[in-house]
């Protein structure tokens, strides 16, 4: 889980018998500047954090044996203006991420060795007003997004 404030990604094992769950050693672990969200490749052998005050994202290797994380080489990588979540394709081949202050979603393809993200032609892509949560279809022909819906609520003085 990623902590906005701190900075960090808790990490935890789950008990199988129970579905408790129990830190890591070594977690927290350090992440990038204000971490929103995070996402595991469907390979479990990378996570993604979103971290929202310098518009990139980090990308872990993830300990098979342990689940520690360690940060790759070469990242972080630059996103838009105000990136808020990260998702994959099924196949961990594509990634998109959804930049509510660019009103764009980036994309990425994703080395398979490094985790390490590269552009895809034509990124980034027009998304309507404060795109937010990203998700693709099980058969990784559609991306669907969702925007952040602030609402002001003016209040009358009597």
Same mark, same amino acid.
Do not use: C
């Given at each position: 889980?990623? %902590?906005?404030?701190?900075? *960090?990604? !808790? /990490?935890? +094992?789950? *008990? =199988?018998? *129970?579905?408790?769950?129990?830190?890591? !050693?070594? +977690?927290?672990? !350090? @992440?990038?500047?204000?971490?929103? +969200?995070?996402?595991?490749?469907?390979?479990? #052998?990378?996570?993604? =954090?979103? %971290?929202?005050?310098? %518009?990139?994202?980090?990308?872990?290797?993830?300990? /098979?044996? *342990?689940? @520690?994380?360690?940060?790759?080489?070469?990242?972080?990588?630059?996103?838009?203006? $105000?990136?808020? #979540?990260?998702?994959?394709?099924? +196949?961990?081949?594509?990634?998109?991420? /959804?930049?509510?202050?660019?009103?764009?979603?980036?994309?990425?393809? =994703? %080395?398979?060795?490094?985790?390490?993200?590269? $552009? =895809? @032609?034509?990124?980034?892509?027009?998304?309507?007003?404060?795109? /937010?949560?990203?998700?693709?279809?099980?058969?990784?022909?559609?991306?669907?997004?969702? $925007?952040? @819906?602030?609402?002001?609520?003016? #209040?009358?003085?009597?």
């Amino acid at each position: 889980m990623a %902590n906005f404030g701190g900075f *960090t990604i !808790a /990490a935890f +094992s789950i *008990t =199988v018998d *129970t579905g408790a769950l129990v830190p890591i !050693a070594g +977690s927290p672990f !350090a @992440a990038g500047s204000q971490p929103e +969200s995070l996402t595991v490749d469907p390979g479990g #052998h990378f996570a993604y =954090v979103i %971290n929202q005050n310098s %518009n990139t994202v980090s990308v872990f290797s993830i300990n /098979a044996t *342990t689940g @520690a994380l360690t940060p790759t080489p070469d990242s972080p990588f630059p996103t838009g203006g $105000e990136p808020f #979540h990260f998702s994959m394709d099924p +196949s961990g081949k594509f990634a998109y991420v /959804a930049n509510g202050l660019s009103n764009n979603v980036s994309g990425y393809t =994703v %080395n398979p060795t490094t985790g390490a993200l590269k $552009e =895809v @032609a034509g990124s980034p892509f027009a998304a309507g007003i404060e795109p /937010a949560w990203l998700t693709v279809d099980p058969s990784g022909k559609f991306l669907y997004r969702n $925007e952040r @819906a602030f609402q002001q609520r003016n #209040h009358v003085q009597r």
